[in-house]
């Protein structure tokens, strides 16, 4: 695999983490007892750390791309494997 294929492949379980980590953490207004905004919805955030979610979002897609890469280098999980028609 060359590199350009592997830092596109990172970048795409950066964004699915992100996606997938985002909601872990957040509390809304009602949730931590303060005074709600008037024109903010509901569901928003009090506290919005992109930071932390950003540090959250990098740990899981190292994980989730170290399975990948070890799957695309020791062949555990094949096409062959998951064709369940044939």
Do not use: C, K
Not at 29 to 34: D, L, S, W
Not at 39 to 52: H, K
Request: aromatic content about 18%.
């Amino acid at each position: 695999m060359r590199w350009q294929s592997a830092l596109a492949i990172y970048l795409l379980f950066w964004v699915l983490s992100a996606f997938l980590v985002l909601p872990f953490g957040m509390r809304t207004a009602e949730e931590a007892g303060q005074p709600h905004v008037p024109g903010q919805a509901e569901s928003a955030p009090v506290q919005f750390a992109p930071g932390r979610i950003a540090l959250r979002t990098t740990i899981v897609s190292v994980v989730l791309f170290g399975v990948f890469y070890l799957n695309y280098i020791y062949g555990w999980l094949t096409p062959e494997n998951l064709d369940f028609f044939s």
